[in-house]
């Protein structure tokens, strides 16, 4: 099959890279490897981790119009009261983690239905279930790649003048032969105040396989005992600070302070003093928002440093070893399940929480876990152009300057292409780091972390940016991830329009203005304002 360009990977940053070259007028393939669309959001089931102005400003035009359409979708199809529809700040599940949690299957609702005229026109092919196995290249570009359908079992290879690379893990660049960094730089090779002495591609953040419950008193949804339970309820992480305990307890490292801290969980009351309730956390429907009998109960999502998996990668190792991992992370997060309901303190004096019911049916599954495990940190263009920690990182950019961290701004880029904000949030990882969590600055995209500096027609549209380990704890998040795949689609149909390369759109400085100007248009914000 041929298009006029092929995009690999149906996360936010393929589905938003596919929208933007729809727009226009390309001819567009977009594959993905699960039956869903939305990555993160949907078969990873997690609500969009956000900064704090989302509400007005610091995204683009059409990331606004995914979360109103959410919201839309909640006011239209669910029997919200009044009061809570009426609300333009709608939270269907009130997590306090995110302005919007919502269930996954809204999400793919409302992705599936800003593609479905696209479909129907014919303009975009959508490959479910579709993994890239091979590519072929010509000197330094990609002339193909061929993908395994899983459910078909045949293979299929796509052509067309540009590939964008959306996948989790970066999957096209090994297969492209793609320049790329794996885990952890040194501190020397950026200056960054926050990365290890020495350089390990091992040093990946933890992955997590979330899932959802919710809470039906009196009822009893015990699962069976996993199979790894005796070996994670005995586990404690070596970590570097020490972690307090057990993993499967309520008490972890504090991200900020690595001090322990205790939390609480309770389905059955909001306020639990000051311990933070982690049954909020990221709530994705709070039961006194709809109707009577809308609900059993809430329903939380649980994605927790207690089912974060530190045993392994994903990245780096053989598609068997990381099956297996996927395995563990499973009976990982099955055997937390089973703790919360069996074992986890309660406040009135007893133990566990029998009416936790496990709901694979909002996530697709039948095991009852999410379809795809919640990625951190992929493989990485060797860029253009590469965000280090001094650019960002509050702390590392004051000591640059010689200012106060007050005083700071991120660095600004003249080939900007959109904005972001989020902590520079790295969640232990599997050679024993800690959390890394410090605040970052808003931050500017720069183009030339899209473009990889040798082959000229893959562009990264994911995770998979030029970020190190470091900044990619703060470029990692939805509508980041979002604005870097429509800047990708755009930037291939102006390529194309002008009959450019698309690494002479970042080197000529007439067409980056035009190219910027474009996306203005569209609705991409360049620049935040003075003061956000």
């Given at each position: 099959?041929?298009?006029?360009?092929?995009?690999?990977?149906?996360?936010?940053?393929?589905?938003?890279?596919?929208?933007?070259?729809?727009?226009?007028?390309?001819?567009?393939?977009?594959?993905?490897?699960?039956?869903?669309?939305?990555?993160?959001?949907?078969?990873?089931?997690?609500?969009?981790?956000?900064?704090?102005?989302?509400?007005?400003?610091?995204?683009?035009?059409?990331?606004?119009?995914?979360?109103?359409?959410?919201?839309?979708?909640?006011?239209?199809?669910?029997?919200?009261?009044?009061?809570?529809?009426?609300?333009?700040?709608?939270?269907?599940?009130?997590?306090?983690?995110?302005?919007?949690?919502?269930?996954?299957?809204?999400?793919?609702?409302?992705?599936?239905?800003?593609?479905?005229?696209?479909?129907?026109?014919?303009?975009?092919?959508?490959?479910?279930?579709?993994?890239?196995?091979?590519?072929?290249?010509?000197?330094?570009?990609?002339?193909?790649?061929?993908?395994?359908?899983?459910?078909?079992?045949?293979?299929?290879?796509?052509?067309?003048?540009?590939?964008?690379?959306?996948?989790?893990?970066?999957?096209?660049?090994?297969?492209?032969?793609?320049?790329?960094?794996?885990?952890?730089?040194?501190?020397?090779?950026?200056?960054?105040?926050?990365?290890?002495?020495?350089?390990?591609?091992?040093?990946?953040?933890?992955?997590?396989?979330?899932?959802?419950?919710?809470?039906?008193?009196?009822?009893?949804?015990?699962?069976?005992?996993?199979?790894?339970?005796?070996?994670?309820?005995?586990?404690?992480?070596r970590l570097r600070p020490a972690w307090p305990g057990p993993l499967l307890s309520l008490t972890y490292s504090h991200p900020q302070t690595l001090q322990p801290r205790s939390i609480a969980f309770d389905p059955t009351h909001e306020d639990t003093g000051e311990r933070v309730n982690m049954w909020r956390y990221r709530r994705l429907a709070r039961q006194s928002q709809f109707a009577p009998n809308a609900y059993p109960g809430d329903i939380s999502l649980i994605n927790w440093p207690q089912n974060d998996y530190l045993l392994g990668n994903l990245v780096g190792v053989h598609k068997n070893?990381?099956?297996?991992?996927?395995?563990?992370?499973?009976?990982?997060?099955?055997?937390?399940?089973?703790?919360?309901?069996?074992?986890?303190?309660?406040?009135?004096?007893?133990?566990?929480?029998?009416?936790?019911?496990?709901?694979?049916?909002?996530?697709?599954?039948?095991?009852?876990?999410?379809?795809?495990?919640?990625?951190?940190?992929?493989?990485r263009i060797r860029a253009a152009f590469t965000v280090t920690e001094e650019h960002c990182g509050r702390q590392a950019r004051a000591q640059l300057l010689g200012l106060k961290e007050s005083e700071v701004k991120a660095r600004s880029y003249e080939d900007s292409i959109g904005v972001g904000h989020y902590n520079i949030d790295l969640h232990p990882s599997t050679t024993g780091d800690n959390y890394i969590d410090v605040p970052s600055l808003p931050f500017e995209i720069p183009l030339g972390a899209l473009l990889t500096r040798r082959v000229g027609n893959l562009i990264a549209a994911c995770k998979n940016i030029g970020v190190t380990h470091i900044t990619n704890g703060c470029y990692r998040l939805h509508p980041v991830e979002w604005n870097i795949g429509e800047a990708a689609g755009a930037l291939v149909a102006f390529a194309q329009q002008r009959r450019v390369a698309v690494h002479a759109v970042r080197e000529n400085r007439t067409l980056l203005r035009e190219f910027q100007d474009r996306l203005v248009s569209e609705g991409v914000e360049l620049r935040w304002p003075t003061n956000p």
């Amino acid at each position: 099959m041929r298009a006029d360009v092929v995009i690999v990977g149906g996360g936010l940053g393929g589905c938003a890279a596919a929208l933007a070259a729809l727009r226009a007028g390309l001819r567009v393939i977009l594959t993905e490897e699960t039956d869903w669309i939305g990555g993160q959001l949907t078969s990873q089931a997690v609500p969009p981790d956000e900064h704090r102005w989302i509400e007005s400003h610091g995204c683009t035009r059409t990331y606004r119009g995914l979360r109103n359409g959410i919201r839309d979708y909640y006011r239209r199809h669910y029997p919200l009261i009044p009061s809570v529809a009426s609300r333009p700040d709608l939270n269907p599940g009130d997590g306090f983690v995110s302005r919007l949690c919502h269930e996954p299957r809204v999400a793919l609702a409302v992705l599936e239905s800003m593609l479905a005229p696209h479909l129907a026109s014919g303009r975009l092919t959508l490959l479910l279930e579709h993994s890239p196995v091979a590519a072929e290249t010509n000197s330094d570009d990609v002339r193909s790649v061929t993908c395994l359908s899983r459910r078909a079992g045949h293979s299929i290879t796509l052509e067309a003048p540009h590939f964008l690379d959306a996948t989790e893990l970066g999957d096209l660049l090994p297969l492209a032969r793609v320049e790329h960094q794996v885990g952890a730089e040194s501190r020397d090779e950026h200056n960054e105040l926050h990365a290890p002495e020495k350089a390990n591609p091992a040093n990946q953040q933890a992955f997590t396989v979330c899932f959802a419950v919710d809470h039906i008193a009196g009822e009893d949804h015990r699962i069976p005992q996993p199979e790894e339970y005796g070996f994670w309820r005995a586990f404690v992480p070596r970590l570097r600070p020490a972690w307090p305990g057990p993993l499967l307890s309520l008490t972890y490292s504090h991200p900020q302070t690595l001090q322990p801290r205790s939390i609480a969980f309770d389905p059955t009351h909001e306020d639990t003093g000051e311990r933070v309730n982690m049954w909020r956390y990221r709530r994705l429907a709070r039961q006194s928002q709809f109707a009577p009998n809308a609900y059993p109960g809430d329903i939380s999502l649980i994605n927790w440093p207690q089912n974060d998996y530190l045993l392994g990668n994903l990245v780096g190792v053989h598609k068997n070893e990381a099956a297996r991992h996927i395995r563990r992370a499973k009976q990982l997060s099955l055997s937390f399940l089973y703790w919360l309901q069996t074992e986890a303190p309660r406040p009135d004096g007893k133990t566990g929480w029998p009416g936790l019911r496990l709901r694979g049916d909002l996530l697709g599954t039948d095991d009852g876990l999410a379809k795809a495990p919640y990625i951190r940190e992929s493989r990485r263009i060797r860029a253009a152009f590469t965000v280090t920690e001094e650019h960002c990182g509050r702390q590392a950019r004051a000591q640059l300057l010689g200012l106060k961290e007050s005083e700071v701004k991120a660095r600004s880029y003249e080939d900007s292409i959109g904005v972001g904000h989020y902590n520079i949030d790295l969640h232990p990882s599997t050679t024993g780091d800690n959390y890394i969590d410090v605040p970052s600055l808003p931050f500017e995209i720069p183009l030339g972390a899209l473009l990889t500096r040798r082959v000229g027609n893959l562009i990264a549209a994911c995770k998979n940016i030029g970020v190190t380990h470091i900044t990619n704890g703060c470029y990692r998040l939805h509508p980041v991830e979002w604005n870097i795949g429509e800047a990708a689609g755009a930037l291939v149909a102006f390529a194309q329009q002008r009959r450019v390369a698309v690494h002479a759109v970042r080197e000529n400085r007439t067409l980056l203005r035009e190219f910027q100007d474009r996306l203005v248009s569209e609705g991409v914000e360049l620049r935040w304002p003075t003061n956000p």
